[in-house]
């Protein structure tokens, strides 16, 4: 399969393998992406994913532009479809993190080039580490195309409007430092050492209250969606539904008794 999805110790590791075409997801690539994400999120046994790409060269190209051209049915025919295949004129659907609603912490671990889509997907996960070979890139202007899963929303988000724009309307490909610099990546470390650096902070997500987890990412998203009032309202009524939590408690019990906590997601 062109992407796969590994599992241990609470921590799914998904990789694009498509290393002929530098990680480029086609459309059906595109759909065995989705499946995965929705595979994780519902299993009870992961608590943090890691997407990666297969190789040196490439977290992930975009859009595999040989596979993406236009068919015989319109956007608008498509567009009230709930079920987007391969061959759906919006198979960009498939990687659309807002739509998926994926409720567990995703890591992109991102060594090589990030362009287009890539480093939309990139954009799209809960936070992202580099290597000091990466390179990212919303391209999309340079083939007459605009991002088209939230990358430009994101990238406004992330960064000072200026930076951005500059980004966006360039078409302009950015190496690591420079997304370090200015926040679109939280580390950046050698390649060898890209993997074992995700692991180790999935590993220390995975270690903590799952619903708790949950909750913070749910929390953290509606920063971005609502007034402050509102959001703060909001986290006061999930801390409320935490507060007799089966972990919470657990939480406290272990902190008294100086040992490690053992969360059940209750």
């Not at 075409?21 to 995965?36: F, H, I, K, Q, T």
């Not at 090589?112 to 070979?133: K, Q």
């Not at 539904?241 to 997601?265: C, M, N, T």
């Amino acid at each position: 399969m062109t992407v796969n999805l590994e599992s241990a110790e609470g921590v799914a590791v998904i990789t694009i393998d498509r290393q002929a075409r530098r990680n480029a997801l086609s459309p059906a690539a595109m759909v065995r992406l989705r499946e995965l994400l929705v595979t994780f999120d519902q299993d009870p046994q992961s608590r943090v994913a890691i997407i990666v790409g297969a190789g040196e060269q490439a977290f992930c190209a975009g859009a595999d532009i040989h596979e993406t051209l236009p068919g015989d049915r319109s956007f608008i025919e498509g567009y009230f479809d709930r079920d987007i295949d391969a061959h759906h004129p919006l198979y960009v659907r498939n990687i659309s993190f807002a739509r998926l609603a994926i409720s567990k912490p995703v890591i992109a671990a991102v060594n090589g080039v990030a362009i287009g889509g890539g480093m939309e997907i990139a954009l799209n996960c809960d936070l992202c580490i580099a290597s000091t070979n990466a390179r990212f890139g919303l391209t999309e202007v340079r083939i007459g195309s605009i991002p088209a899963v939230a990358g430009i929303q994101q990238l406004m988000h992330s960064l000072p409007r200026p930076v951005a724009m500059q980004l966006l309307l360039t078409g302009q490909i950015v190496d690591a430092e420079w997304a370090l610099r200015w926040g679109l990546v939280s580390e950046v470390v050698k390649p060898e050492a890209l993997m074992p650096r995700a692991l180790d902070i999935a590993h220390a997500i995975a270690a903590n209250a799952p619903l708790a987890v949950r909750a913070a990412k749910r929390l953290a998203q509606k920063s971005h969606a609502l007034p402050f009032g509102e959001a703060a309202e909001i986290e006061e009524l999930l801390w409320g539904h935490l507060y007799a939590s089966e972990d919470r408690i657990e939480g406290r019990r272990a902190f008294a008794q100086k040992r490690a906590p053992v969360y059940r997601g209750k």
